[in-house]
């Protein structure tokens, strides 16, 4: 009897050990992406059942989780991310990030839903993958070399330049805690430290090449008809047309006008020299071309070339907003080149730009106030505003250089080797930087900052601003009352919750979060993910159905926290939140720490957790996750 092939994945994962070099196809049942679809839940699912509790990040016990989804491959604009997920070196919980660009849809069409690497290898190597074949090669002589000369020069030995790269720079291999994982030069799998990861795995790359499509869908004609119709609208929606046009850039402008841009360490929310990183002057000044992901038409990617003598790379792409507020305003530096070289130097030797902008306006700060001199930095003096020595400093951290080696460990480590007070200006939640978005202004931002389960995070759930007016895309979430912004009532926790779900949904199934409502430059529905998911897959699944997977697939990564020892007092703020903005149309604007830490409980009884912040017996037995209760209540 011959079974049928499944829809929508190939049933194929792949277990490389680097211990021993052994590679092993091994197949996965439909129950297991029934259950967890992709992305988010099935690396979840992996390492709660596989990794020791206390497993060292950075030892050959931690794995690494490169997943797919059922719909990935689907050539419908935004459907196109790997997730690659492990224990995080940065924060010691479960670690997560997502990349767009071309890998993952061509894993999926190279035959491996899944890639799952564990021990260390005793020398460099990386992973080539061709049409469901896979073998180990020597990487010796890519060792110290960057991303971009990574990329060309495998392509070039193996006589493929259409092979797409995952790898990591310099930072990796020195095991810098915010390394990151860049996808052909510019698309990063950029927080966590799973960079690190890779390098304490001697993995220097994975190479994936498909000649074909391994993967059947169940209904084509759909995805056709989605597309038309994707087409045919995202020039009507301003807020697409905007992001075509401008990238995450566009936000600079608004964000300082609202006094919610972070600004010197996060000490205000306006930027004097704002208008000059903006969007529209990075349009008009270094961008040279426009790219995107696969089978995306908006390519809202920004190619730069900054001028001399801070000339930069076009093939690295440009900066992204995160990127021009770290190393702009957030360092008082007003100059897009600087800027520019400065995200350069974070994609060719992999680090993740968040992280590396927070710690360098952490030593700026730590300057100001007295802390450092430049007897601690080796001479260098780290001023706001002062890109030069921004550069010097970043590059010493990419290096492990004299001072830049302890800020590679972080700013929360930092701040502990320093002392001196100086934790008090080291901006993160878990040890995870705090991205370029300020929750003074949006108060559910630092909601979803302090209870993700990967660290301070921006992508968890849609901002404050989504639930002040109610659409149908929010009823379609279960979300029919607007609340205001700065409110940190029973609606705002419910919307956060609910939003992290929506989110948390799209990294299961490894979307574009730009691409879809409630988003604002959104085009796609929840409703048109349940066509895609039901035209990939033929299950007929709800949207019910999809939010519930989501749901297990948070709670695993709450869980595999739990048991790591995270505590509930973890979940909040550092203290700089609850004190008021000190410049900025928002001038004196605060959050309320009582109120904070009543939502966060809040939070926990929504979510089905007890009041330490662990998942109940009942909320888990509903989701299915009998072997999750098994572990944490084994007394």
Known sequence: MVLALPYGFNGRWLRVDLSTGSLKIVEAPEEVYKEYLGGRGIAAYVL???????????????????????????????????????????????????????????????????????????????????DGRAELRDATHLWGLTT??????????????????????????????????????????????LGAVMGSKNLKAI?????????????????VEIVKWFNDNWRKQPGAVSRSEYGTPELVTPFDKDGILPTLNFRGGSFSEAVKVSGEVLNKTILVSKSGCFACPIRCKSDVKAKEPYETDPSYGGPEYETIVSFGPLCGIGDLNIIARANQICNAYGVDTISAGVAVAFAMELFEKG???????????????DGDSA?????????????????????????????????????????????????????????????SPIGADHMQAPHDATYERITQHLTALGLTKPVNRLMLNHEKVKAVYYG??????????????????????????????????????????????????SERAFNLARAFNVREGI?????????????????????????????????????????????????????????????????????
Request: aromatic share 10%; net charge neutral.
């Open 567 to 635: 505590k509930s007092e973890e979940d909040t703020l550092p203290p700089r939140f609850f004190e008021e903005l000190e410049f900025g149309s928002r001038k004196g604007q605060k959050i309320s720490r009582e109120e904070f830490d009543r939502a966060v409980k809040l939070f926990y009884e929504i979510a089905g957790w007890d009041e330490e912040g662990k998942p109940t017996a009942g909320k888990l037995y509903e989701l299915g996750l009998d072997y999750v209760v098994q572990e944490l209540y084994k007394s």
């Open 500 to 549: 992290m779900l929506w989110w948390g949904l799209e990294d299961c199934l490894g979307i574009c979060k730009f691409v879809f409502t409630p988003h604002s430059a959104g085009v796609l529905t929840p409703h048109h993910l349940v066509d895609i998911v039901n035209a990939a897959t033929g299950w007929g699944v709800s949207l019910w159905t999809l939010m519930k997977a």
């Open 48 to 130: 709660f059942k596989e990794l020791k509790p206390g497993a060292d990040p950075l030892g050959p016990e931690n794995k690494l989780v490169f997943a797919t989804s059922v719909i990935t491959g689907a050539p419908i604009p935004g459907v196109n991310r790997i997730v690659v997920a492990g224990k995080s070196p940065l924060t010691g919980t479960y670690g997560e990030s997502e990349a767009g660009g071309f890998f993952a849809p061509e894993l999926k069409n190279a035959g491996f839903d899944v890639v799952i690497v564990e021990g260390v290898s005793e020398k460099p190597v990386y992973l080539w993958i061709k």
């Open 148 to 193: 971009k000369e990574t990329s060309e020069e495998i392509k070039k030995e193996l006589g493929e330049p259409l092979a797409r790269i995952g790898c990591i720079g310099p930072a990796g291999e020195k095991l810098v805690r915010f390394a990151n994982i860049m996808f052909d030069n510019r698309y990063a799998a950029g927080r966590g430290g």
């Open 207 to 223: 190479a994936v090449r498909a000649t074909g499509r391994t993967v059947k869908f169940y209904d084509e004609k759909k995805f």
């Open 371 to 385: 802390v450092l001199t430049p007897k601690d930095t080796g001479g260098l003096e780290v001023r706001f505003g």
């Open 391 to 451: 550069l010097r400093l970043l590059q010493m951290i990419v290096e492990r250089e004299g001072f830049g080696n302890i800020l590679a460990e972080g700013v929360g480590r930092a701040a502990k080797v320093i002392g001196r007070g100086a934790e008090r200006f080291a901006m993160h939640v878990k040890y995870r930087e705090i991205p370029m978005h300020e929750p003074r202004g949006k108060v559910g931002v630092g909601l979803q900052y302090a209870l």
